[in-house]
């Protein structure tokens, strides 16, 4: 397939969805032309997927509503409509078992021949640097891994149009960059490159860009709550720990070895790039998996014999992708169900989850359905249905991924809380800010293994360990924005 780039203008273009009596989309105004890069940015719920489902065609052949304003979109050269390829926010869904087929699909159903599909697919997986994975099993791997995946599918068709959303959120740092300069190389190849994110960080200063707001509407600028800490990690009781821990998936990947502990009122930080094992590790401390060797203990009891049911009452675990935990069809309901589940009266259920859900800012959110909210509205009701339980062991997998700043910060002052309370929280995550603001101690892993346990204070200054697990990109040193020891450390 030819390198062609897409011509993109927008005038006055919104958006309703079906059903909705509030835009989603109002008035936005774009020029893009082919070979350029494009920034779609601002907070949760500002319209940035919902713009790109737009550019995709998504919207309204597949998703229904009401279109106003003027859309033009044709190919470089003939005119014709671009070939569009979209990366998902939500790297959960896939279509196939394997890595392989995943991949191939786009290809497949782009008309590629059958002799031309295998070549391909492999040299998308190589460009992407993941050839390992070719015959992996799409389940078992990480959300970072699946993220990779979705962009080897995207890149296959060599489209006219590249769509990123969100594409950085569950990638470590090192594989954040690879995304960004493959993107760029094919701006460089003709193509138009659009990527909408809510934060700026991999953004170079002067490039194009639409700052969106609460409404679907362009602006400059975004307001973002201030920041506070809580008092220092004064010592406390073994709350959850890992000796020797080992686990082996058939097809790749797991843990060897992992040597871990928790104390009451300590916030961990577990560290690693895409496919360390961070998740699989994280699963142990509930028993939705179960070691091959070595033990797990919580509030110092071997767990092997325990159902997953019975470490629930003292373990909350915050899935990476909340869908994977919500099921009711109103929130409410939702966040109160492992109270109702345990025989807590409706009342008093329901009451104990008003309070959580305000805490979380989603009060309003009670009688909604959660299938039917912002991923961002979806992350809170799924912690929210954690803390209600008053677990003493807190797990939270990526829980800043589908967050802007402001919710990201309302999650962390809730964590906050519960470490003054005695509860122990292991956070797994490869956000080194988040890291900063809420860690006592930072546990590294690497090649399966740990390959540092130290004060985060210590571990997130050192830039030769976070290079080593692509925490750091290679070229970070030169970036004052990424260096976290020097600059985000300061005033903790």
């Given at each position: 397939?030819?390198?062609?780039?897409a011509s993109?203008?927008?005038?006055?273009?919104?958006?309703?969805?079906?059903?909705s009596?509030v835009?989603?989309l109002?008035?936005?105004?774009?020029?893009?032309?082919?070979g350029?890069?494009?920034?779609?940015?601002?907070?949760?719920?500002?319209?940035?997927?919902?713009?790109?489902?737009?550019?995709?065609?998504?919207?309204?052949?597949?998703?229904?509503?009401k279109?106003?304003?003027t859309l033009?979109?044709?190919?470089?050269?003939d005119?014709l409509p671009?070939?569009?390829?979209?990366?998902?926010?939500?790297?959960?869904?896939y279509?196939?078992?394997?890595?392989?087929?995943?991949?191939?699909?786009?290809?497949?159903n782009?008309?590629?021949?059958?002799?031309g599909?295998e070549?391909a697919?492999?040299?998308?997986?190589?460009?992407v640097?993941?050839?390992?994975?070719?015959?992996?099993?799409?389940?078992?791997?990480?959300?970072?891994?699946?993220?990779?995946?979705?962009?080897?599918?995207?890149?296959?068709?060599?489209?006219?149009?590249?769509?990123?959303?969100?594409?950085?959120?569950?990638?470590?740092?090192?594989?954040?960059?690879?995304?960004?300069?493959?993107?760029?190389?094919?701006?460089?190849?003709?193509?138009?490159?659009?990527?909408a994110?809510?934060e700026?960080?991999h953004?170079?200063?002067?490039?194009?860009r639409?700052?969106l707001?609460?409404?679907g509407r362009a602006?400059?600028?975004?307001?973002v709550?201030?920041?506070?800490?809580?008092?220092?990690?004064?010592g406390?009781d073994v709350?959850?720990?890992m000796?020797?821990?080992?686990h082996?998936?058939?097809?790749?990947?797991?843990?060897?070895?992992?040597?871990?502990?928790?104390?009451a009122?300590?916030?961990?930080?577990?560290?690693?790039?895409?496919?360390?094992?961070?998740?699989?590790?994280?699963?142990h401390?509930?028993?939705?998996?179960?070691?091959?060797s070595?033990?797990?203990?919580?509030?110092?009891?071997?767990?092997?014999?325990?159902?997953v049911?019975?470490?629930a009452?003292?373990?909350?675990?915050?899935?990476?992708?909340?869908d994977?935990?919500?099921?009711?069809?109103?929130?409410?309901?939702?966040?109160a169900?492992?109270?109702?589940?345990?025989?807590?009266?409706?009342?008093?259920a329901?009451?104990?989850?008003?309070?959580?859900?305000?805490?979380?800012g989603?009060?309003?959110?009670?009688?909604?359905?959660?299938?039917?909210?912002t991923?961002?509205?979806?992350?809170r009701v799924?912690?929210?249905?954690?803390?209600?339980?008053?677990p003493?062991?807190?797990?939270l997998?990526?829980?800043?991924?589908?967050?802007?700043?402001?919710?990201?910060?309302?999650?962390?002052?809730?964590?906050?809380?519960?470490?003054?309370d005695?509860?122990?929280?292991?956070?797994?995550?490869?956000?080194?800010?988040?890291?900063?603001r809420?860690?006592?101690?930072?546990?590294?892993l690497?090649?399966?293994?740990?390959?540092?346990?130290?004060?985060?204070?210590?571990v997130?200054?050192?830039?030769?360990?976070?290079?080593?697990?692509?925490?750091?990109?290679?070229t970070s040193?030169?970036?004052?924005?990424?260096n976290?020891?020097?600059?985000?450390?300061?005033?903790?």
């Amino acid at each position: 397939m030819s390198a062609r780039g897409a011509s993109i203008h927008a005038d006055h273009l919104g958006f309703t969805y079906l059903g909705s009596r509030v835009p989603t989309l109002a008035a936005i105004t774009l020029e893009a032309a082919p070979g350029s890069e494009t920034w779609i940015t601002g907070p949760n719920a500002a319209g940035k997927s919902t713009l790109l489902a737009v550019f995709a065609g998504i919207i309204p052949t597949v998703i229904e509503g009401k279109v106003e304003g003027t859309l033009e979109m044709h190919a470089d050269a003939d005119g014709l409509p671009p070939v569009p390829a979209m990366v998902m926010q939500d790297a959960g869904v896939y279509l196939f078992r394997t890595v392989y087929d995943e991949v191939a699909f786009p290809l497949e159903n782009g008309g590629v021949s059958a002799a031309g599909v295998e070549p391909a697919v492999r040299a998308a997986l190589e460009l992407v640097g993941i050839s390992q994975l070719e015959g992996r099993l799409m389940h078992t791997l990480s959300g970072g891994e699946r993220q990779k995946v979705a962009v080897a599918a995207a890149l296959a068709v060599k489209p006219d149009l590249l769509l990123l959303d969100e594409p950085f959120e569950q990638l470590d740092p090192a594989s954040a960059d690879e995304v960004l300069a493959l993107a760029r190389a094919r701006v460089r190849e003709g193509a138009t490159v659009v990527i909408a994110t809510r934060e700026s960080e991999h953004m170079p200063e002067g490039a194009a860009r639409i700052h969106l707001v609460a409404g679907g509407r362009a602006a400059e600028t975004v307001s973002v709550a201030p920041a506070h800490t809580r008092a220092a990690y004064g010592g406390g009781d073994v709350v959850l720990e890992m000796r020797a821990v080992t686990h082996r998936f058939g097809s790749g990947g797991g843990v060897d070895g992992v040597d871990l502990v928790v104390h009451a009122g300590e916030a961990v930080a577990l560290l690693g790039p895409n496919g360390a094992g961070k998740t699989t590790l994280m699963k142990h401390a509930i028993g939705l998996l179960r070691p091959d060797s070595g033990t797990v203990l919580v509030l110092g009891e071997d767990i092997e014999r325990k159902p997953v049911w019975e470490l629930a009452r003292e373990v909350g675990l915050l899935f990476q992708n909340p869908d994977d935990q919500v099921f009711n069809r109103v929130v409410e309901t939702e966040v109160a169900w492992s109270l109702l589940a345990r025989g807590v009266t409706k009342s008093v259920a329901l009451e104990r989850a008003h309070a959580v859900m305000a805490e979380l800012g989603i009060g309003d959110l009670a009688q909604e359905n959660p299938h039917e909210i912002t991923a961002s509205q979806r992350q809170r009701v799924a912690f929210a249905s954690v803390l209600v339980a008053e677990p003493r062991v807190i797990i939270l997998d990526e829980p800043t991924k589908a967050l802007d700043a402001v919710a990201a910060e309302t999650l962390a002052a809730a964590v906050d809380r519960r470490l003054s309370d005695g509860a122990g929280v292991l956070l797994v995550t490869h956000d080194l800010r988040f890291a900063a603001r809420l860690a006592d101690r930072c546990v590294v892993l690497a090649d399966r293994k740990v390959v540092a346990d130290a004060p985060a204070r210590e571990v997130l200054a050192n830039e030769d360990i976070l290079r080593r697990v692509r925490l750091l990109p290679a070229t970070s040193s030169q970036d004052p924005k990424i260096n976290v020891g020097s600059r985000l450390l300061r005033s903790s």
